[in-house]
């Protein structure tokens, strides 16, 4: 069972490290606690249950688009993961009507916003294989192909190799802490 430290017992923690650290954490804790938290939790020291207030405000304020929601929606069924090109392909072969409601979908940078911002929101998984970014429907599957194209082992990823992910994929830490989640089950 684990126990709340005193006051006492953080002081003399806090008194064993250096001086750059102990400035680096007393700066970082409060300039922004959520990322102290986030950083815990991502390291494995918080459970990911124990997610704060704010984290989960933040990670809620991203809403999408009607146009964003129905390209999601058209997305599920994609099937292996495919590049910006190969969803304007995909979408003009399967489902044309999108086209005809959103004509700026033809667009590579207009699909590659939408698909982007669909990242951001959590709804929309991707990873890059050398320069060319693919998205895939699954978050689960992005950090499959990620950990596939690193040398890792999907088993051996832990909670600590969230901010790594998080970083080469550009995908939001919460969405990729609950892929990672999704694996271990």
């Given at each position: 069972?684990?126990?709340d430290a005193t006051d006492?017992?953080?002081?003399?923690?806090?008194?064993?490290?250096?001086?750059?650290?102990?400035?680096?954490?007393?700066?970082?804790?409060?300039?922004?606690?959520?990322?102290?938290?986030?950083?815990?939790?991502?390291?494995?020291y918080l459970g990911a249950?124990?997610?704060?207030?704010?984290?989960?405000?933040?990670?809620?304020?991203?809403?999408?688009?009607?146009?964003?929601?129905?390209?999601?929606?058209?997305?599920?069924?994609?099937?292996?993961?495919?590049?910006?090109?190969?969803?304007?392909?995909?979408?003009?072969?399967?489902?044309?009507?999108?086209?005809?409601?959103?004509?700026?979908?033809?667009?590579?940078?207009?699909?590659?916003?939408?698909?982007?911002?669909?990242?951001?929101?959590?709804?929309?998984?991707?990873?890059?294989?050398?320069?060319?970014?693919?998205?895939?429907?699954?978050?689960?599957?992005?950090?499959?192909?990620?950990?596939?194209?690193?040398?890792?082992?999907?088993?051996?990823?832990?909670?600590?190799?969230?901010?790594?992910?998080?970083?080469?994929?550009?995908?939001?830490?919460?969405?990729?802490?609950?892929?990672?989640?999704?694996?271990?089950?």
């Open positions: 069972m684990v126990r006492g017992e953080l002081q003399a923690v806090f008194e064993t490290l250096d001086s750059e650290t102990k400035t680096a954490l007393r700066r970082l804790a409060e300039n922004d606690p959520a990322l102290l938290r986030e950083t815990l939790s991502d390291l494995g249950d124990s997610e704060s207030v704010e984290t989960a405000e933040n990670r809620e304020a991203i809403e999408v688009t009607p146009a964003q929601e129905r390209l999601g929606e058209l997305l599920t069924s994609m099937g292996s993961p495919r590049s910006t090109t190969q969803i304007i392909d995909l979408i003009g072969e399967q489902h044309p009507s999108f086209f005809e409601e959103y004509q700026s979908a033809k667009h590579r940078p207009w699909m590659s916003n939408q698909l982007n911002a669909l990242v951001d929101a959590g709804e929309l998984g991707r990873y890059r294989d050398g320069r060319t970014v693919l998205y895939t429907p699954s978050i689960a599957d992005a950090i499959r192909n990620w950990a596939l194209k690193n040398d890792f082992f999907v088993e051996d990823l832990t909670a600590r190799h969230v901010g790594r992910i998080a970083s080469d994929t550009e995908m939001p830490r919460s969405a990729v802490r609950e892929g990672l989640q999704e694996l271990q089950e």
